[in-house]
């Protein structure tokens, strides 16, 4: 009984982790890094919308996360030496598997904007979908060290 505690404890414990990666693409959201921060602002009109994905973090959090579990889980297998080799393979396969949920639990659906600026420039911005754009919309571009977010 005390095993599968631990692999509960160990369970949630790597979701909480894995939540904690989740990083936002929006054009909505803010870091903290980012307010009261000077932007530059440009204006322009929708070209096209295309849906694309973004991918979620590869981040070492969801390989040790998961590295963890499965070591825990592992290690109930067998005694003595059985319980080792369990432990060590159940750490390679969790952190495996780790690593593909953090990257699923953080993978956004976004948008590419295509936007023609005021000067004749044609320029492309993924974000997330959190907003909607069409063709012949005018819109703002809003850049601030290399990071640009399309707003209305």
Known sequence: ???????????????ALLAGCQSSRSGSVYSRDEARREQTVRMGVVESVRSVTIE???????????????????SSIGHGRGSAVGAVLGAVAGGVAGAAAEEAITRREGIEITVRLDNGELLAIVQEADE????????RLVSQNGTTRVTH
Request: avoid cysteine.
């Open 1 to 15: 009984m005390h095993s599968k505690s631990a692999v509960v404890l160990a369970l949630a414990l790597a979701a």
């Open 56 to 74: 979620g973090t590869k981040t070492p959090v969801g390989t040790v996360a998961g590295g963890a579990v499965g070591g825990i889980a592992g």
């Open 132 to 139: 909607v754009f069409k063709p012949g919309e005018r819109v």
